[in-house]
């Protein structure tokens, strides 16, 4: 590759300067990028023990760092999700790398929060030495390489995206972005053995380590492969030539693969969670990718037209989220637009530099064919997994083509231009000036009163935790309410995702009920358990090792005044501590200050439900009895011989009404096959023109049936030789709304009513 800039020969005469050149300059680009960074998000008033974000998706990712610090990994940890435990098996997270840099930030600093500040203000030296060195790659000179590197890490995508803290290392893009030009131009390869083998094994461990700082990273790296690839086969038309593609995709794609094995053994083992991270194909829609975000100024942008430009944009067009984290910045978008005018009108050059603005042009276009709204990241998600929903994120991979763009066209400009007798000068201008306009295009002033704020917040809640832990002693678990799903739940009231984890971030020796996954049986015993009154909760709660309750009165549209009313009255004592601001409360549920019983260890959910006379699953709350008491429909739950119930309205003082809006069929699923021989029975009512008309009851392959009046009645059906049916199907003859009868505005689709069912032995 020919390099265009001008060769600085002194660094042939002059050791010392060569290796500063070679060395120095990335060394200072480094420390600029660091120190321009720290400035941008506060400088002296940004305090490396609190988080410049407390709330959201910052609090979920400090509790993976505090569950590093404290656990082999972050699969599990016993302080969450008490007493059944916080697992993570459900929710994959293929950032092994990221992960292990903030376990040894955490252990190295001692907080979990100085490890996220320390992760954040890394990433700036990270993403501009990784943007620095491919650039010099491309044979940009030093100065614009430094100049490409330092636009690179004060992208807006950079600051903007300080609560997806992983994303703020994304270094990755110019590396997969200096593969796939390798892979372009047939310079990559992994089985020619003329190249030696310690290259080509640096080539694979780079993108086996690239593959563990996120999935969304590697997706996008591994399409520009592909794109690469294809472009490199249309030119050469040998099956060769796609060798290199191919082995570069089965690297990244296995170590995707093995960073989630540990999600895919505990899912065959416990099977499928459908409401952990449910993504549907709809949100690639949702969260894609828009050339206008790329190509508008960033929010709160300092040049107010630009910030009303935005704002217009933004409170008035549809589908704006977090895709509006993408703007490429002016220098960024008039690369962006360059390549496309340049795949469209390609223009005379000499060969190396044709090559690198061709390649930098098709995968630019390649990229946002596929990641816009509507493109093929739709058919992806359709054909093959919706789980790669926000293409938005491949901005930072547009960026950094763009940006290469922008200065291969300046210093092209320059070298042919009139300065080129000058040519040093005037690139070491042009690239201070570029790094000048992009900290005032693409950051904007940190709030001080926001960061005052929010270390006022962050250090009360760590004043009521301490409080906590002086009241009852180490080891105690501490119920929460309200119950909050853990993760991806939407605000309870002023109570936003992940509030709960603040108790857990702030304690060093206390269980926090907060963070059990959802979906599994931990979620289904606190999820049932919150409907309950909080009397029950409270006997409840004791039974299974609580020493204290912990509210926060931002999950209630009255600020919590009648739970706490309750509790006081039902504990008879006041809360044992409130927050600095107001915001939490905590009672001690000990009994005269004895401590609660402890529960024994390694007990299984079921086994934990036992002991706490509390039986919960998806269905809801659970009751023993057999099939003799049989089924009560006026009480909340379903007793346990019983697997599941479809075809029902919720439970009403006098029984259930059946509502084919459900589900035409009433379906009952047992655990256990029935009785060969037995007396069905039930008492049940009919609703508007089902009143007289005879209701089917299958069992195995006999119907029989019965016919309901308008008030409750009971009836008896002899079943013989069900040969082990383990369901009992009733079919209404004539579901039908009062709405639609004009008695109430109720829209359910009404037809029996049944108050109680219960199967006697035959004799």
């Given amino acids: 590759m020919t390099d265009l800039t001008v060769k600085d020969t002194s660094a042939v005469h002059s050791p010392i300067k060569g290796k500063f050149l070679?060395?120095?300059?990335?060394?200072?680009?480094?420390?600029?990028?660091?120190?321009?960074?720290?400035?941008?998000?506060?400088?002296?008033?940004?305090?490396?023990?609190?988080?410049?974000?407390?709330?959201?998706?910052?609090?979920?990712?400090?509790?993976?760092?505090?569950?590093?610090?404290?656990?082999?990994?972050?699969?599990?940890?016993?302080?969450?999700?008490?007493?059944?435990?916080?697992?993570?098996?459900?929710?994959?997270?293929?950032?092994?790398?990221?992960?292990?840099?903030?376990?040894?930030?955490?252990?190295?600093?001692?907080?979990?929060?100085?490890?996220?500040?320390?992760?954040?203000l890394a990433g700036f030296p990270i993403n501009a030495i990784a943007g620095y060195f491919v650039l010099r790659r491309f044979s940009i000179s030093r100065v614009f390489s430094f100049a490409g590197g330092f636009v690179f890490t004060i992208l807006p995508f950079h600051f903007l995206r300080y609560p997806h803290l992983f994303y703020t290392w994304y270094f990755a893009a110019p590396i997969f972005i200096w593969f796939s030009y390798r892979i372009y131009v047939g310079d990559l390869t992994f089985t020619d053995k003329r190249r030696h083998l310690a290259k080509?094994?640096?080539?694979?461990?780079?993108?086996?380590?690239?593959?563990?700082?996120?999935?969304?990273?590697?997706?996008?790296?591994?399409?520009?492969?592909?794109?690469?690839?294809?472009?490199?086969?249309?030119?050469?038309?040998?099956?060769?030539?796609?060798?290199?593609?191919?082995?570069?995709?089965?690297?990244?794609?296995?170590?995707?693969?093995?960073?989630?094995?540990?999600?895919?053994?505990?899912?065959?083992?416990?099977?499928?969670?459908?409401?952990?991270?449910?993504?549907?194909?709809?949100?690639?829609?949702?969260?894609?990718?828009?050339?206008a975000q790329l190509l508008l100024p960033r929010p709160e942008h300092r040049f107010r037209p630009f910030a009303k430009l935005n704002f217009k944009y933004s409170s008035t067009f549809p589908l704006v989220n977090e895709n509006g984290t993408s703007s490429l910045g002016l220098i960024g978008s008039v690369g962006f637009i360059a390549l496309f005018i340049f795949l469209i009108a390609p223009r005379q050059s000499k060969e190396g530099e044709?090559?690198?603005?061709?390649?930098?042009?098709?995968?630019?276009?390649?990229?946002?064919?596929?990641?816009?709204?509507?493109?093929?990241?739709?058919?992806?998600?359709?054909?093959?997994?919706?789980?790669?929903?926000?293409?938005?994120?491949?901005?930072?991979?547009?960026?950094?083509?763009?940006?290469?763009?922008?200065?291969?066209?300046?210093?092209?400009?320059?070298?042919?231009?009139?300065?080129?007798?000058?040519?040093?000068?005037?690139?070491?201008?042009?690239?201070?000036?570029?790094c000048a306009f992009a900290v005032w295009d693409q950051t904007a002033s940190t709030s001080t009163d926001y960061l005052n704020a929010t270390q006022a917040e962050y250090h009360s809640d760590a004043q009521f935790v301490g409080k906590i832990e002086r009241i009852v002693p180490p080891g105690s678990a501490i119920y929460q309410l309200p119950y909050a799903g853990f993760p991806e739940t939407p605000p309870i009231n002023a109570l936003q995702p992940y509030d709960l984890a603040r108790?857990?971030?702030?304690?060093?020796?206390?269980?926090?009920?907060?963070?059990?996954?959802?979906?599994?049986?931990?979620?289904?015993?606190?999820?049932?358990?919150?409907?309950?009154?909080?009397?029950r909760q409270i006997e409840v709660a004791r039974k299974v090792g609580f020493s204290g309750l912990y509210l926060d009165r931002h999950g209630y549209a009255d600020n919590g005044a009648a739970e706490e009313a309750e509790l006081t009255h039902i504990l008879g004592s006041p809360p044992a501590a409130i927050s600095e601001n107001g915001r939490l409360v905590f009672f001690d549920l000990r009994v005269n200050g004895k401590n609660v019983d402890k529960l024994p260890?390694?007990?299984?959910?079921?086994?934990?439900?036992?002991?706490?006379?509390?039986?919960?699953?998806?269905?809801?709350?659970?009751?023993?009895?057999?099939?003799?008491?049989?089924?009560?429909?006026?009480?909340?739950?379903?007793?346990?011989f019983l697997d599941d119930v479809n075809g029902l309205s919720v439970p009403e003082s006098w029984g259930r009404w059946s509502d084919a809006n459900v589900s035409p069929v009433v379906t009952l699923q047992f655990a256990q096959p029935l009785p060969n021989h037995f007396i069905l029975h039930l008492r049940?009512?009919?609703?508007?023109?089902?009143?007289?008309?005879?209701?089917?009851?299958?069992?195995?392959?006999?119907?029989?049936?019965?016919?309901?009046?308008?008030?409750?009645?009971?009836?008896?059906?002899?079943?013989?030789?069900?040969?082990?049916?383990?369901?009992?199907?009733?079919?209404?003859?004539?579901?039908?709304?009062?709405?639609?009868?004009?008695?109430?505005?109720?829209?359910?689709?009404?037809?029996?009513?049944?108050?109680?069912?219960?199967?006697e032995a035959a004799p």
């Avoid at 990028?33 to 974000?53: A, K």
């Avoid at 079921?606 to 009480?635: K, P």
């Avoid at 009836?715 to 003859?733: H, T």
């Fill in 22 to 120: 070679v060395w120095g300059i990335p060394t200072v680009l480094a420390l600029v990028s660091l120190v321009v960074g720290w400035w941008m998000v506060g400088g002296r008033h940004f305090d490396l023990n609190v988080p410049l974000i407390y709330s959201g998706d910052v609090l979920l990712i400090l509790s993976w760092i505090k569950r590093a610090m404290e656990n082999p990994w972050i699969f599990h940890s016993t302080l969450m999700g008490a007493p059944f435990g916080g697992y993570l098996y459900d929710y994959p997270i293929p950032d092994s790398g990221s992960i292990l840099a903030l376990k040894i930030f955490g252990i190295l600093s001692g907080s979990a929060t100085r490890a996220f500040n320390i992760y954040f």
């Fill in 503 to 535: 108790g857990y971030l702030h304690s060093s020796s206390l269980a926090w009920s907060y963070g059990v996954m959802k979906g599994r049986s931990g979620d289904f015993f606190f999820r049932a358990l919150a409907r309950e009154p909080l009397e």
């Fill in 684 to 759: 049940a009512q009919a609703f508007g023109p089902n009143v007289g008309q005879p209701v089917g009851v299958a069992i195995g392959q006999q119907v029989q049936s019965f016919v309901p009046a308008a008030d409750m009645r009971e009836f008896s059906m002899q079943f013989e030789g069900v040969n082990g049916a383990q369901r009992i199907e009733i079919r209404p003859p004539q579901p039908v709304s009062p709405t639609s009868l004009g008695v109430s505005p109720d829209t359910r689709k009404l037809a029996v009513g049944i108050q109680r069912l219960w199967i």
């Fill in 601 to 640: 260890a390694n007990l299984s959910p079921a086994q934990i439900m036992e002991h706490a006379g509390f039986i919960a699953d998806a269905r809801g709350v659970r009751y023993h009895g057999s099939l003799a008491e049989g089924i009560d429909f006026t009480r909340q739950g379903l007793p346990t």
């Fill in 354 to 434: 044709r090559d690198r603005l061709n390649a930098l042009a098709v995968l630019t276009f390649s990229l946002t064919l596929f990641c816009t709204i509507g493109g093929f990241s739709t058919v992806f998600s359709l054909l093959i997994s919706p789980m790669m929903r926000a293409g938005n994120r491949a901005s930072v991979f547009l960026a950094f083509t763009s940006i290469a763009a922008t200065l291969l066209l300046i210093e092209q400009r320059l070298i042919y231009g009139k300065v080129r007798n000058n040519l040093t000068r005037s690139a070491t201008v042009a690239s201070v000036a570029l």
């Fill in 200 to 291: 080509r094994a640096i080539d694979v461990v780079t993108l086996a380590i690239l593959s563990c700082f996120g999935v969304y990273y590697s997706f996008f790296g591994v399409i520009a492969f592909l794109t690469a690839g294809v472009v490199r086969y249309a030119r050469t038309r040998t099956i060769a030539s796609t060798y290199a593609c191919l082995i570069a995709t089965a690297i990244v794609s296995t170590g995707i693969v093995v960073n989630l094995v540990p999600n895919a053994i505990y899912r065959i083992e416990h099977g499928a969670n459908q409401e952990a991270a449910d993504r549907s194909p709809v949100e690639t829609e949702i969260y894609g990718l828009k050339i």
